[in-house]
């Protein structure tokens, strides 16, 4: 298979060997094949999108051009010479460099000492600052070399990624994932400081990204991978969002997650092929529905002191009706893990109680909210949502073994059964119940989650972040099982920095801002502006 | 009660508690700026005590064959550096877990020296004693700090020696990578193994220096009881010290304090149940752990064995 064939050859500068040529490469994982027989041309002075869902091969794709995986069959050339890149160093000294989602900056060290990391030869701390400063100074990152990384934002810490990788002077540049973790207005900024980077002496730059929009706008070439393979080439200028979407998923997909893909920056251009606007379709009736009845989960006059002594919680209080999902909107930072770790009994508050069905819950006792009927899908799967290193179907009895056990014993024939039961029911990809949980791929991961907390039969249900690092099918996906679960009368807390998904989902919408809530609407009343403004603090 | 007092403050006036507690420190001190590198790496490498008996004896062998104190500290170097060795390579490279190696080889070195020390009966004898003139005579810490036997005074090249190869050279900045996030350091291509190796090494060698000290600079023949679980200690005052250098010394002074206390109480008449007494450094040692544990920062990835790839 030659790539050239359905390359739009035109944006390719005749004569000029390509910067990176993958030729034929495949690579299996056990019984998985992550690449299969990929061909893939990135050139000078372009920006290449490679497109695709969480589990379509161009994460494991770019590990090998970086060094750390090894391709089984095929051949990655540089500057059309075969190369086999045995490590990160070697991948390096090609002049290859990547800007990780969040792998290589070490928290306790200073910004210099983390730009300094990985080179050879003496350590000489003034140089580096100086190298920071013109850097800073050539791409507009402007940032303090004797701060320490762990203090920084997620947008300062990006930075200080692309600044460690464009110290080396490299000839080619990967950016995964670039904005799972930045601000709306940090992405603009990247994506601002990605052109310079690519128009400087004529690097070539990957995206690798499942959002649409973003690849969309910052793009040149765009490759769209799916189940290891490269299943489309487009030109940016002539592709458009929908078109993505199809080829990402290889299927129609819903508006509503293909507008979630679409990610933060899409506010706007979300809006402009909106079929299906913000509409008090089941809004109004949840609302009219929980009048008058008595709330399920009740927070009252909630305060925190956080750890730097600014409050993170500030007398917020919040109801909860059975059947209705209420959105918490909110700039990330602004109380909303608090208000998770809270309900997931990880806090004590200073004042304030969190009562269920009006019985008081105690806050802060290990196990109590969820003995009360509050199940919680986590903000981070894999810090307090699953254990990477035991099996699904361990995984899916962390909470309670009541159902597979007996006095204390595991009956492992009913887990395995009820573990097959939960696997058919979620739809989990997987080799079985004994998988090893890391096996899985992300939204696989989250289901199982999705899957552990629903067995509980939870009064509330705590969402936090549910949809973080997922593709767009397994957004989809988790849409239509949170409704599902308003619908049987669960009451739904959904926390979310993905302003499109509380649009989407909720029936009432609150917003939070420096531990408090500024504001509350139904899905009806919704005005984007006032909302925005409510989150940045203004109204 | 007035009887108590007055034989604390006789402790504390006698210059002797002072020598001893000098001593005790600069042993603790040898042994736990090299285990601080180790751990800092992200090795909890409790072989220390392994690889300070190893150090003794091998000096003390060194010793009785060549008669050459440089030739013995060698040798101690070389003693201690086999312990290293084992436990280096036993835990990051074939990655047997790092507590199970350090426990096994603390037991097999304890046997080891004391079966050669039957065998071979090293003899040995102190080192000479450098008095430094003026500075000895500054009164109570005069002759303890500046009127020692020569090992002593190696501190003074161990310790700025430590300081400056972990926060000064790149080597330095890539072990405390290693300890904080492997995963980070082995994307930055860094191999992070065996930085955790060269580190342990690192511990080997001044606990190599700490054994041959503790034969020439305090005690003067070979026991395999002169180690008697003061490893441990040294690992204490690591962490009471907070991961950091100077916390770690003011941990091995702390602590060489209580050591040396119990020493005077005994030296000086006073009589208290001695097996109560034996305990009494561990006891300060528990407290100061207890005190100061949870106040600290560990190096994130302290004790986790890294694999690459997996996460």
């Given amino acids: 298979m030659e790539s050239g064939s359905t390359d739009p050859a035109g944006a390719v500068p005749a004569g000029a060997a390509p910067a990176v040529a993958f030729r034929n490469i495949t690579k299996r994982f056990g019984a998985v094949t992550a690449c299969d027989r990929v061909d893939l041309e990135l050139h000078r002075g372009r920006i290449h999108g490679i497109l695709g869902e969480n589990g379509a091969g161009k994460s494991t794709l770019m590990k090998m051009l970086i060094g750390l995986v090894l391709p ?311 810090d307090s949502g699953i254990v990477l290193d035991m099996t699904l179907a361990e995984n899916l009895v962390l909470v309670d073994q009541s159902a597979v056990a007996q006095r204390g014993v595991l009956d492992r024939r009913s887990l395995d059964r009820f573990a097959r039961a939960m696997i058919d029911e979620f739809a989990i990809q997987c080799a079985g119940p004994d998988a090893p949980m890391w096996s899985l791929s992300g939204g696989n991961q989250q289901r199982v989650v999705l899957a552990r907390e629903l067995a509980q039969n939870p009064k509330v249900l705590i969402a936090a972040q549910p949809t973080r690092g997922l593709d767009v099918g397994a957004i989809e996906y988790m849409g239509e099982r949170l409704e599902a679960a308003a619908e049987a009368g669960v009451a739904v807390l959904l926390i979310s920095s993905e302003l499109e998904e509380i649009l989407d989902l909720s029936h009432r919408i609150v917003v939070m801002h420096s531990g408090r809530i500024v504001g509350e609407m139904t899905r009806s009343e919704v005005d984007l502006e006032q909302l925005g403004l409510l989150m940045g603090g203004a109204a | 009660m007035g009887a108590f007092f007055d034989a604390i403050i006789d402790i504390i006036s006698s210059d002797s508690t002072y020598i001893n507690g000098a001593l005790f420190a600069a042993f603790l001190i040898f042994a736990a700026s090299g285990e601080w590198v180790a751990e800092r790496a992200g090795t909890l490498n409790i072989s220390v005590e392994g690889m300070l008996l190893a150090g003794a004896f091998a000096s003390a062998v060194g010793y009785d064959v060549t008669e050459s104190m440089p030739v013995a500290l060698l040798a101690g170097i070389v003693g201690s550096l086999v312990v290293a060795a084992v436990q280096a390579e036993m835990s990051h490279r074939l990655s047997a877990d790092q507590f199970v190696v350090g426990l096994t080889l603390n037991i097999l070195v304890f046997g080891l020296a004391g079966f050669l020390d039957n065998e071979l009966e090293p003899t040995t004898k102190h080192a000479g004693r450098w008095v430094i003139p003026v500075l000895s005579d500054i009164p109570l810490v005069g002759d303890a700090l500046f009127a020692q036997r020569w090992p002593f005074y190696l501190l003074f090249a161990v310790i700025p020696l430590t300081w400056w190869v972990v926060y000064r050279t790149r080597w330095g900045l890539e072990v405390r990578s290693v300890g904080e996030n492997p995963q980070s350091a082995d994307v930055s291509g860094i191999d992070v193994n065996r930085r955790r190796r060269q580190s342990i090494y690192y511990a080997g060698f001044t606990s190599g220096i700490g054994g041959w000290f503790l034969i020439f600079g305090v005690i003067g023949l070979f026991e395999d009881s002169v180690v008697g679980g003061r490893g441990f200690i040294a690992i204490a005052a690591v962490i009471f010290g907070g991961w950091t250098l100077r916390g770690t010394i003011a941990g091995c002074a702390v602590f060489a304090g209580a050591l040396s206390f119990r020493l005077s109480v005994q030296g000086l008449g006073y009589e208290v149940n001695s097996e109560l007494l034996q305990s009494l450094p561990f006891v300060v040692t528990l407290v100061g752990m207890a005190l100061f544990a949870h106040r600290v920062r560990a190096p994130a990835a302290l004790a986790r064995p890294f694999v690459r790839g997996l996460k």
């Fill in chain 1, 72 to 382: 089984d069959e095929g051949s990655i050339r540089i500057d059309g010479e075969s190369r086999a890149i045995h490590s990160p160093l070697a991948a390096a000294n090609l002049g290859i460099g990547m800007v990780h989602q969040h792998f290589s900056l070490v928290d306790a060290l200073t910004v210099w000492e983390n730009v300094a990391l990985g080179e050879a030869g003496r350590l000489d701390p003034g140089a580096i600052r100086n190298r920071i400063g013109e850097i800073a100074e050539q791409y507009g990152l402007v940032i303090d070399p004797d701060a320490r990384v762990g203090e920084l934002t997620a947008g300062l810490r990006q930075r200080v990624e692309i600044i460690k990788c464009l110290r080396r002077d490299p000839n080619i540049v990967i950016f995964d994932e670039p904005t799972s973790v930045l601000t709306p207005e940090e992405s603009v900024q990247l994506f601002a400081s990605l052109r310079q980077v690519v128009a400087d002496e004529g690097r070539a730059v990957v995206l690798v990204s499942h959002k649409l929009d973003e690849v969309l706008h910052a793009t040149d070439d765009i490759s769209i991978m799916r189940q290891g393979q490269v299943v489309d080439r487009l030109l940016a200028a002539e592709a458009d969002a929908p078109t993505l979407a199809r080829g990402m998923v290889g299927r129609e997909v819903s508006l509503r997650s293909e507008r979630a893909a679409l990610g933060v920056l899409s506010v706007d251009e979300a809006n402009g092929f909106d079929d299906t606007p913000i509409a008090p379709t089941t809004g109004s009736t949840a609302t009219s529905a929980s009048d008058g009845r008595r709330p399920v989960l009740s927070i009252t006059n909630a305060s925190l002191r956080g750890s730097g002594g600014t409050p993170a919680l500030q007398d917020l209080s919040l109801d909860l009706h059975a059947g209705e999902i209420v959105g918490v909107a909110g700039v990330e930072g602004n109380g909303q893990r608090e208000l998770g770790d809270l309900l997931s009994s990880l806090l004590s508050l200073d004042s304030g109680s969190v009562s269920i069905d009006g019985t008081r819950v105690p806050d802060g006792r290990s196990g109590a909210m969820a003995r009360a009927g509050i199940g919680v899908i986590p903000e981070d799967r894999h």
